[in-house]
Every structure is written in structure tokens, then in C-alpha cells.
């Protein structure tokens, strides 16, 4: 018996320190529990404070983004959203406690950035010592730009033509000139608006003599003489020494048989064809060759533009000769490939360039009267696009048209690139195809010194055209970002694209 009752004493014993320790780590725990529990929720309570803040933090700068567009100045503009931010702040409730808002500026990119500091009590985690949770929150928004040049590039080539394609571009370029110049915006300069459009040539209007090299030549005194000049000088344009006009060199044919018929007997004489003075050709440029040729460079001292001559093959059959002489003579120089005579690249559309003007009703007037016809040497658009937003270029355009500095504060330049094809001319002179000048040439502009924004627009590109090697389209390729690359399959489309692309250039946009 007294065995029995030790054991039972030894279990009453164990019983009592086993509920104890129970009590002990109860003890521990559910306080741990408890306090894990309140952290979670006052977490959760933070971050949606945090999100509410970033919210507001988001409008401020967006706010002051519009009181910079207006003129505020700096300082102004720090109050403004300061002012803002802490008005809203307040609204939050839940005892959040947030700084002033610290704001800055970066003159070279538009930007305004906000950043705040804020304090959010504690509920339960206050319980354990913690009375409060910190974070930071930061935004930045782009302003509008104060000032704005913008070119348009239009392609007008045969297939522009067709599905009435030509007709929906000069709607759409149409509304896009009306959202960046409405009737409502004060003509002040600070939004101007350029034109180029480009074929298999492209026209340069009066600005030829300017962008041109100038040879003046003497008679030739044999047709060796003539050859080796047509060789030497085919790029530059021209002059006649006698009469003071411009020409392009062909073959003159003298018949020696009866019947002077394509397969008889020719001498053939080098000969000059002069421009007329109001012959579309004669203002007809081509992409220029060298170290330059993927560059803004000023013209002149090896940086000139092409001249477009019409081209001879002096070494041609007397068949083909004969088939180009009489297209000379004959038909006014018309053809593009006739025998010997090659006129593609000495013929351009009658629409030149219009240089950075506010003034809307000409702008509109240009695009309603753009016909199209030929070939697609998109990289000459790309070319001509650049140079009209160019400060290189300052001194070919006029006074009231010269580019702004590339680096200026509040001031954004933005081409807008159209095609409905593959880019397939290139002139002879070149080493490099229409495809590889255009992506040297969308390199060089998208260099970062320059910060030129690039939109290209696809209006019913077919799906074959040429692509780079990681599959992207020319228009992919050139663009600034994928974003900044439109397409469109139909007139209405087209018309979208333009607006929003308009609409994006001198839009605020928050920075992610």
C-alpha cells in the first residue's frame, strides 16, 4: 500500500508540473500570437495608406506638371504641390502624419519629381512597443513641353495610290495639324510643324541651290571629255557654261543607213539637255554618300546632298541607246528606264518641303495638294524628317523656321514617319540599300544628345517586307519605343493613329 501511494503521489506531482509548463508557454505564445496578429494588420493598414499616399503624391506632381507647362516658375510650382499633396494628406485619415513633400527638377527632361516621407500609427502592434510604421514614397511626372518642332514624313508613292490610301493620309495628317495647332492656341511660335514627303526622289524645292554642290562646265570637246565629266559630276548639279542653266548629259544619235530605224547604224555624240526653268526635276535630290550620310552635317565641305541628274549608260547597245535618245528627245525625258536612260532618280513630286511654321492654313493647304506616283526611298523621308528639326540645319531654312537647339530646356522634337511599303530605291551611288541607310540613319537620330522622339506609322504594310534580324520591321525599328509604333488597316484607323500620336507628343504622361 504505501508503494502504491508513493506512485500515485510521484503522478499528482508530474501532473501539476506538466500543466505548469503548459501555462508557462501559453503564457509565451499567445502573446506572440496576439502580437504577429496586430504587426499583420497594421502592416496591411499601412500599405493601403501607402498606396492612397502615392495616389496623391501622383496628382501633385501631375498638378505642378501643368503649372510648369503655364510658365510657373520653379519655386512656384514647389508650393503648388506641396500645397496640394498636404491637402489631400489630411483627407486620409487613420492618424497618417506625412512631410513636406520634397520636390525637384530636371531642366534637361522635363521631369518633377516628389518624394515624401510619411508616419502611420500603430493599432496593436503599439501594444509591444511598436507605435508606429514609416515609408517613402516617390513619383515624377513630365511636364508639356513649352516648345514643340515636329516634322512630318509622307510617303507618296505609286501605291499611295491605290485603296485610296493618298485621300485617308491628307484626312488623318489633316486632324493630327488640328490637335497640335487648334484654333484655340495662341500663335506665339511655340509649336511649329514641318512637311517632307519623298518618292523614289525626293524635292527640294528652292532650297536646291543651298543644299547642292555646283559644278559650272565648258563645252566638252570630246565624247570622252563628256563621259569623264558625267562621271565626275553626276551627283553635283550642273551648269552650263554657255547659257547659265543647269543639264544633264545623254547621247545625241547621227543615223548612217536608209532607213534610220532602231537596229541601223548610229554614231552617237554626247550631248547636254538643259533644264527648263520650270521643270519639276530640276529641284530633285537623292541621299548623300561618304562619312556624312547618317549624319545632320550642314551641306557643304563633303557633306552635300545628291543633285538628281537623270543617269546615261554610256556603254549601253546602240538598240538601247537609241530607245533612251528617243525618249530624250521625243518625250520630254519622261521615262524612268528607257534603253540607256535612266530619269527615276532626276524625277520627284512637285511637293517640297515645308519648313517649322504655325501657319496652319498653309500646312493643310500643302497636304490636300500632295499627289503620289513612283518608287519608296523611305530613307530619304527619313533623311529630309531630320533635317527639318535640325539645328545643323539652321541656315538653310528661313529665319522664322530654324530648328531649336537640340538641348534646350522645356523643348521636344518629334518626327512621324508614314509608309504603306517596303523601302526598295536606293540610288546607284550608294553602297548601302534603302533598308540599312534608313536604320543608320534612325540610329544616329535616336542618339540620346539629340533626344528626338521617333513615331513611325504602317498604313496597310503588307506582312512580307523586308525585317532586321531579330524579325522587326523598319518602322519597328526606327521607332523610339515600341510604343511609339502605329499600324493601321483602314482609313479610320489611320485617323486614330494620327490624333493619339498627336495627342502623346505634348501630352503629360507619369513616369514609371
Known sequence: ????????????????????????????????????????????????????????????????????????????????????????????????????????????????????????????????????????????????????????????????????????????????????????????????????????????????????????????????????????????????????????????????????????SWTWNADRRLFSNTDLSASCVHERTGPQAASDALPGNGAWIGAGNPRWNFSASNTAKYDGWQNVENQGATGYGVGAYEGRHGTCMPSGPVPLTEDKIALKAHVSGLIAEGGTAGHLGIAWGWYLVSPEWAGIWPEESEPLPYIEPQTSKAVILMTDGEFNIAHPTATKNSFRQSMDLCDAMKASNRRIQIYTVGFQVPSGVARTGDGRTILEYCATSPSHAFSADSGEELLDVYRSIARSISDLRLKQ
Open 1 to 264: 500500500m504505501k508503494a502504491s501511494s508513493t506512485r500515485s503521489s510521484h503522478l499528482r506531482s508530474w501532473a501539476c508540473a506538466r500543466d505548469g509548463n503548459v501555462a508557462m508557454i501559453a503564457a509565451f505564445i499567445i502573446p506572440c500570437i496576439v502580437a504577429l496578429a496586430g504587426i499583420a494588420i497594421d502592416l496591411q493598414n499601412t500599405v493601403r495608406q501607402k498606396s492612397k499616399v502615392q495616389a496623391v503624391l501622383d496628382s501633385a506632381v501631375l498638378a505642378g506638371a501643368l503649372g510648369r507647362q503655364a510658365g510657373n516658375t520653379a519655386a512656384e510650382v514647389a508650393s503648388d504641390v506641396q500645397t496640394y499633396a498636404r491637402a489631400l494628406f489630411v483627407e486620409q485619415g487613420g492618424g497618417l502624419d506625412c512631410g513636406p513633400v520634397s520636390v525637384r527638377f530636371d531642366e534637361a527632361n522635363f521631369d518633377i519629381y516628389g518624394t515624401v516621407h510619411c508616419r502611420q500609427p500603430t493599432y496593436i502592434s503599439s501594444l509591444i512597443g511598436h507605435d508606429e510604421l514609416e515609408f517613402t514614397v516617390s513619383s515624377a511626372s513630365t511636364y508639356g513641353v513649352g516648345k514643340l518642332d515636329v516634322a512630318f514624313i509622307f510617303d507618296v508613292s505609286g501605291s499611295m495610290n491605290s485603296y485610296n490610301r493618298l485621300a485617308q493620309l491628307k484626312t488623318a495628317a489633316a486632324a493630327a495639324i488640328d490637335e497640335l495647332l487648334p484654333d484655340s492656341r495662341k500663335r506665339d511660335g511655340s509649336v511649329r510643324l514641318a512637311i517632307v514627303s519623298y518618292n523614289h526622289s525626293l524635292n527640294a524645292g528652292p532650297y536646291i541651290d543651298l543644299v547642292t554642290e555646283t559644278v559650272t562646265l565648258s563645252a566638252d570637246g570630246s565624247n570622252s571629255t563628256a563621259q569623264s565629266r558625267y562621271n565626275s559630276h553626276n551627283t553635283k548639279r550642273m551648269i552650263d557654261q554657255e547659257t547659265g542653266q543647269r543639264f544633264f548629259y545623254y547621247q545625241r544619235g547621227t543615223c548612217s543607213g536608209w532607213n534610220c530605224g532602231r537596229n541601223s
